[in-house]
């Protein structure tokens, strides 16, 4: 398998698109670290993964917004497990109101949440990359970073904040053998979805601007995921990979 043996620190591992991207790491044989601070979630990703007899699922409930209990957390799983050899940074909140309505607080948390956070797991982690030679670093982006959406100006900012990350790390750490990729999902039937009070109306929405006519699935962005973190990738750095069934064409 193109990850076996790998370790994967994931953040927002127990979501919605997060799930089924653990449980596919795990079949392929590769560890993962799912970061995410909702016990629910937590436990019907492990009891899913036990359902299916699969081994090397750490689980932290780690708050994301305190950046300094996420450093140590992290620091101690790092040296108990040997490092991490791929970060994907998924884990994000997307709150909904006019921009006017935000105080500057709340796209601060956003933004710590969403972006601050995954710079200090890629901060822990890349000491193990350079050393070994070898790293994948993903960020979780959206297409509502290329527009088209209104009241969610933080989570916009987020997302185009991890996109321009991915290009500076990437051409940073790539003489270390470290890729870094953004990966770019469209709209998918997730629990973002609940903050739309239409449902049928933006599915239709939804379904007129993809190519293709058909709802985007989890094991779509899995399957996307998998290949960046694999050796199959080892020349593609630096890019923005939309999964969004041809909503966005660059």
């Not at 709340?106 to 710590?112: H, L, S």
């Not at 601007?209 to 995921?225: E, M, P, V």
Request: proline share 4%.
């Amino acid at each position: 398998m193109p990850v076996a043996g790998k370790t994967i620190l994931y953040t927002g591992a127990a979501g919605g698109l997060g799930t089924e991207t653990t449980l596919s790491f795990l079949r392929a044989g590769a560890r993962v670290v799912a970061i995410d601070n909702d016990a629910v979630k937590n436990e019907a990703l492990v009891d899913r993964a036990k359902a299916e007899k699969l081994a090397g699922l750490v689980v932290g409930a780690i708050d994301l917004s305190d950046l300094d209990a996420l450093r140590r957390s992290l620091e101690t799983l790092s040296k108990k497990i040997g490092g991490f050899d791929v970060v994907i940074n998924n884990a994000a909140i997307y709150p909904s109101k006019p921009f006017e309505d935000y105080s500057l607080e709340e796209m601060q948390r956003v933004q710590r949440i969403n972006v601050d956070a995954g710079i200090v797991c890629v901060q822990v982690a890349l000491p193990h990359m350079r050393e070994k030679g070898w790293g994948r670093i993903i960020n979780i982006a959206s297409v509502t970073a290329f527009g088209g959406w209104a009241n969610l100006s933080p989570y916009v900012q987020s997302k185009g904040a991890l996109i321009g990350l991915a290009r500076a790390w990437a051409r940073e750490f790539g003489a270390y053998g470290i890729t870094v990729n953004a990966v770019s999902p469209g709209a998918f039937p997730t629990d973002a979805e609940k903050i739309h009070p239409d449902p049928e109306g933006y599915t239709r929405y939804v379904l007129e601007h993809q190519a293709i006519k058909r709802r985007g699935d989890a094991s779509d962005i899995a399957n996307a995921l998998m290949f960046l973190a694999s050796d199959a990738a080892g020349f593609i750095t630096g890019q923005t990979l939309n999964v969004d069934g041809g909503w966005v064409m660059n």
